[in-house]
């Protein structure tokens, strides 16, 4: 005779799963609805519910907005910051970890110590810096700073990856007369590639979402970015919400775009390098 064990179902462990499911669906869901909307309906109906007429008047009136100039400094923003945050950081993380002595560990130190300084209590000192160097109202205006405030969490997770590497790799390349150029490029960047993924969206995420570097250093709108385009649909009395939130659906798809390409790197990425 089977005997069927009694199930034990975590109640409350699903209503907190359904809660928070729920927490993130229904403000999305909103978005996408509401951007499908006509101004005159944003007051008139409940709004979760889906609209009467959909329209896409407010997608119509993003793109007449110079939105795709926005988008376009935004990407190359993101691309360049990116970029040079990898060149900077693979370096570093690779010279940190390779040289194990006091020198190495005294400079890891000093650059996990920007994680303890928050981006607000610079921004006049960083502004100074950018008037002196001439680069105030310039994309590069936003792409150096963000360089640098990237660098330190960036280094820390490449660090901890490179070290996870089994010293015996880099002995037997020594050991054939690879240069530590060849053993950087041939070993431990191939060996960190899930990591390297990682920190790329991870800081083209908050280049992508950065709001306080455009403000401050920033002034015209040819050198707009995706953040401060939204402004565009406040008027002196009224705001155009389907417009912003149509603005904020077609900002999110290239990031998305770059998160779905490179998910199973990232998730990889998030769940190795730290078992030391």
């Given at each position: 005779?089977?005997?069927i064990?009694?199930?034990?179902?975590n109640?409350?462990?699903g209503f907190?799963?359904?809660?928070?499911?729920?927490?993130?669906?229904i403000p999305?869901y909103?978005?996408?609805?509401?951007s499908?909307?006509?101004?005159?309906?944003?007051?008139s109906?409940?709004p979760?519910?889906?609209?009467?007429?959909?329209?896409?008047a407010a997608?119509?009136?993003?793109?007449a907005n110079?939105?795709?100039?926005?988008?376009?400094?935004?990407l190359?923003v993101t691309i360049?910051?990116?970029?040079?945050?990898?060149l900077v950081?693979?370096m570093?993380?690779?010279?940190i970890t390779?040289r194990?002595?006091?020198?190495?560990?005294a400079?890891?130190?000093?650059?996990?110590t920007?994680l303890?300084?928050?981006?607000?209590a610079?921004i006049?000192?960083?502004?100074?810096?950018?008037i002196?160097?001439?680069?105030y109202?310039t994309?590069?205006?936003?792409?150096?700073?963000s360089v640098?405030?990237?660098?330190?969490?960036t280094?820390?997770i490449?660090?901890?990856?490179?070290r996870?590497?089994?010293?015996?790799?880099?002995?037997?390349?020594?050991?054939?007369?690879?240069?530590?150029?060849?053993i950087?490029?041939?070993?431990?960047?191939p060996?960190i590639?899930?990591a390297?993924?990682?920190?790329?969206?991870?800081?083209?995420?908050?280049?992508?979402?950065g709001f306080?570097?455009?403000?401050?250093?920033?002034?015209?709108?040819?050198?707009?970015v995706i953040?401060l385009?939204?402004?565009?649909?406040?008027?002196?009395?009224?705001v155009d919400i389907?417009g912003?939130?149509?603005?904020?659906?077609?900002?999110?798809?290239?990031?998305?775009?770059?998160y779905?390409?490179g998910?199973?790197q990232?998730?990889?990425?998030?769940?190795?390098?730290?078992?030391k």
């Amino acid at each position: 005779m089977i005997r069927i064990k009694n199930k034990q179902y975590n109640i409350v462990g699903g209503f907190l799963g359904w809660f928070w499911f729920a927490l993130i669906v229904i403000p999305i869901y909103y978005i996408v609805v509401t951007s499908l909307r006509d101004q005159s309906e944003i007051y008139s109906q409940n709004p979760l519910s889906l609209p009467k007429h959909f329209t896409f008047a407010a997608y119509g009136r993003v793109f007449a907005n110079d939105f795709l100039l926005y988008i376009g400094n935004t990407l190359f923003v993101t691309i360049v910051t990116v970029a040079l945050i990898l060149l900077v950081t693979v370096m570093a993380a690779y010279a940190i970890t390779r040289r194990a002595d006091a020198g190495a560990r005294a400079i890891y130190k000093v650059i996990i110590t920007g994680l303890a300084i928050p981006m607000q209590a610079t921004i006049i000192p960083v502004y100074y810096l950018i008037i002196q160097m001439g680069l105030y109202d310039t994309l590069w205006a936003i792409i150096l700073p963000s360089v640098g405030f990237a660098i330190p969490i960036t280094v820390m997770i490449l660090c901890n990856f490179l070290r996870d590497i089994p010293q015996s790799l880099f002995e037997a390349m020594e050991v054939d007369g690879a240069t530590e150029w060849k053993i950087m490029w041939r070993l431990a960047i191939p060996m960190i590639k899930p990591a390297i993924i990682t920190v790329s969206i991870y800081d083209a995420l908050q280049v992508w979402n950065g709001f306080l570097f455009p403000l401050i250093l920033t002034q015209s709108s040819s050198n707009r970015v995706i953040t401060l385009s939204l402004w565009a649909f406040q008027g002196q009395f009224t705001v155009d919400i389907p417009g912003i939130l149509a603005a904020v659906v077609v900002s999110v798809i290239p990031i998305l775009t770059a998160y779905i390409i490179g998910r199973k790197q990232m998730v990889a990425g998030l769940t190795a390098g730290f078992s030391k």
